[in-house]
């Protein structure tokens, strides 16, 4: 099993950037983990942001997101990022981090192993 704790989180104007860090940690080897960042703004349901894959040679990404948010990860510090740039409103928040030992989806239900979220907020 794995345990994943979101990082990097705050307040922003919009045009601004913050950049999330996702740190894991426990006795499974990170490497073999498919990664993703999940959104969920007030009164919203959760959804799919970007992914990669175990290897970090392959990337997919939200329309709502694509052209301005990175999803990257280092594996020797057993670390996922999310920078995110050109911020807006809209991408107000809270962001989750999610873990599968298999090859990446965009589908909630296919991750097993969640952090508990960092609240990002964008003002006009």
């Known amino acids: 099993q794995v345990q994943l704790v979101e990082s990097g989180g705050g307040s922003v104007q919009a045009g601004g950037s913050l950049r999330l860090s996702c740190a894991a940690s426990?006795?499974?080897?990170?490497?073999?983990?498919?990664l993703a960042w999940f959104r969920q703004a007030p009164g919203k349901e959760r959804e799919f942001a970007a992914a990669?894959?175990?290897?970090?040679?392959?990337?997919d990404y939200a329309d709502h997101v694509r052209g301005r948010f990175t999803i990257s990860r280092d594996n020797a510090k057993n670390t996922v990022y999310l920078q995110m740039n050109s911020l807006k409103p809209e991408d107000t928040a809270v962001y989750y981090c999610?873990?599968?030992?298999?090859?990446?989806?965009?589908?909630?239900?296919?991750?097993?192993?969640w952090g508990l979220g960092t609240q990002v907020t964008v003002s006009s």
């Open positions: 999610a873990a599968r030992n298999i090859v990446t989806s965009k589908k909630e239900f296919a991750y097993d192993y």
């Open positions: 426990g006795r499974a080897t990170f490497s073999t983990y498919a």
């Open positions: 990669i894959s175990r290897s970090g040679g392959s990337t």
